[in-house]
């Protein structure tokens, strides 16, 4: 069982940053991936970034032109997500997802393993 533990979302103004923390209760690098995605109001679940343990280019959604970046820190076994340029439109919770075995890559939320309980980030226009 892994355990995930989100921080860092909240109320910013449109055009600001965050940046989200996801602390795992064992080595990343355990796992195959680490990837984060995001639930609108209403909506469904959606691919945001992900970042393989074994190295290589992180993967992003399209759709986010840029304005995401994921890294990690091993030794604290801490993934993030920095989010620039922050519009209303990307309001919604934000997960924090390991996936263990690479199934078909990191983007589909049915191949998650686990997932943490969602930080909240609203943007003010």
């Known amino acids: 069982q892994v355990q995930l533990v989100e921080s860092g979302g909240g109320l910013v103004q449109a055009g600001g940053s965050l940046r989200l923390s996801c602390a795992a209760s064992r080595h990343t690098f355990s796992s195959y991936a680490m990837a984060w995605f995001r639930q609108p109001p209403g909506k469904e679940r959606e691919f945001v970034a992900a970042i393989a343990s074994t190295g290589g280019s992180p993967y992003y959604a399209n759709s986010l032109e840029n304005r995401v970046t994921i890294s990690s820190d091993s030794a604290k076994n801490t993934v993030f997500l920095q989010l620039d340029r922050l519009r209303p439109e990307n309001r919604a919770v934000y997960y924090c997802?390991?996936?263990?075995?690479?199934?078909?890559?990191?983007?589909?939320?049915?191949?998650?393993?686990?997932w943490g309980q969602g930080t909240q980030v609203t943007v003010s226009s």
């Open positions: 997802a390991d996936i263990a075995i690479n199934k078909e890559g990191p983007r589909r939320s049915q191949d998650c393993d686990y």
